[in-house]
């Protein structure tokens, strides 16, 4: 899957259409002490191994993600690109 180095999108900081750079989103680091990871804790505490967080059903693919940065205020969005897909998002020059 193929998508455009800059596009003209709509920057909701300049409330304008302003050209876009974009770029792959790179998924941050999970913080340890999120609520979503305490309660996890909490729920198989006692036990040893994996027991709880098996996800019955999986998903095919992911859905891919870009940021796009404006050229005039330097802010950036985060989008989604189509559905889910096992195919790889690439930046083209
Ligand atoms: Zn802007």
Redesign the pocket.
């Given at each position: 899957m193929n998508y455009p180095q800059k596009v003209n999108a709509y920057?909701p900081?300049?409330k304008k259409h302003?050209e876009h750079k974009a770029k792959l989103a790179s998924k941050g680091r999970a913080r340890t002490l999120a609520w979503g990871n305490r309660q996890h804790e909490r729920v198989i505490k006692g036990y040893v191994g994996k027991v709880a967080g098996e996800k019955a059903v999986r998903k095919q693919g992911k859905r891919q993600k870009i940021v796009l940065t404006?050229s005039?205020?330097k802010?950036k969005q985060e989008r989604v690109i189509g559905t889910r897909t096992k195919k790889k998002l690439e930046i083209k020059a």
């Open positions: 920057c900081h300049c302003t404006c005039v205020c802010k």
